[in-house]
């Protein structure tokens, strides 16, 4: 007998079947190729999250057109050429008995590219996106349904549209970064049309039966921003369209690091009253919490609370992939802890550099280095200035 029986209690959802509580969450690590094909440093590091143990693994941040890359080592679902390696992608997870989900995204502001498009010209950084027009923004619609189409063909067995952490979708929603004075502008019921109608398209390509999920943020954490109030009414609005799940978020990269957010990302499941929120607000959706749920006790208290339906781990599972092993007692080490002052592995892919974890051993460490043919100096120099700069923030 576990002793988390909610955490490893099956769930019947959109006519999949997950065998536990536990997902893992999108984690971008940087591992794909420039071109934006599946390498074998992502295919193993995708097997290894399959057989974690967690129910269904998301991959993440798939780009469905070329003005939405957020990162020159991002997958790519924006042309027949791709679904070669992507079907290899999709058969690793599940040949390890897990649920393969793919989540499409276009990054809008924050694409990498300096010819951005995004609902107005809402400076980032240097750039000013261009304000995109009705064809711009049909050309888009139709970039997320035929990359949705592709990953079915693929053997997915469900699509995510990441409408989290500051991406085209949220900058329609959002009052701050949507300044349009047309139909898509202005209130909530104009901010969220967009968004709405590339769930439509989505669900009108994969067709009826296939589920879709959504990566939802419920709150941007900034005083001008998107707050819990409008998006629990956005909320209402997936559930009326049937959407597989919320996987809910808070937070952008305009919020991540400013002191507030990194105070507050450091304290266990501090997204699961987000996620409770948006559950009281829908009827019958699964909800996803996620947010540093680094002990088992913290994610079966947040399913007795009745916070959410499921658990979604990310940089938790990345320093430690047996983590669902370990708490269902199958592996009897303990569960390796993701450090909160540290986010070397997200300081590295703002840096082009593949990701790594600082609790990793040093074997397994260097081993991923010497794949990557990096400097072992020069990555130990990044892990350091990471845990020092951590320190210094713990006083």
Known sequence: MTRYPLLFLPLGMKGLSLSNRITMAPFFAGYAGADGTVTPLLLDHYGEMARSGAAMIVVENIGVHETGLGSPFMLRADDDRYLPSLEQLARVIKKEGALAAAQINHAGRYAYTPHRLAPSPFRTGEVVPKEMDEPDMETVRQAYAAAARRLREAGFDLVEIHGGTGYLLVQFLSPRTNRRGDKYGGP??????????????????????????YRFLADECLKDGLMVEETSVYAVELEKR????????????????????LAR????????????????????????????????????????????????????LFADPLWPRKAKGEVPEPIVRCEPACSLCMKRVIKGKPAFCSQWSKDKREAFLARCKESPAEAQKDMEECLEKGRERRG
């Open 188 to 213: 909530l019921e104009n901010r969220m049309r967009y968004p709405l109608e590339v769930v439509a398209a989505v669900q009108d390509a994969v067709g009826p039966g296939y589920p879709v999920g």
């Open 242 to 261: 049937q959407v597989a799940y919320l996987s809910v978020m808070a937070g952008t990269y305009d919020s991540f690091f400013l002191p507030d957010y």
């Open 265 to 316: 990302e450091k304290v266990q499941g501090y997204m699961a009253d987000l996620a409770a929120r948006i559950k009281k607000a829908v009827a019958g959706t699964p909800i996803i919490a996620a947010g540093r749920i680094q002990d088992p006790e913290t994610a079966e208290t947040i399913l007795e609370q009745g916070k959410a339906d499921l658990i979604g781990l990310a940089r938790i």
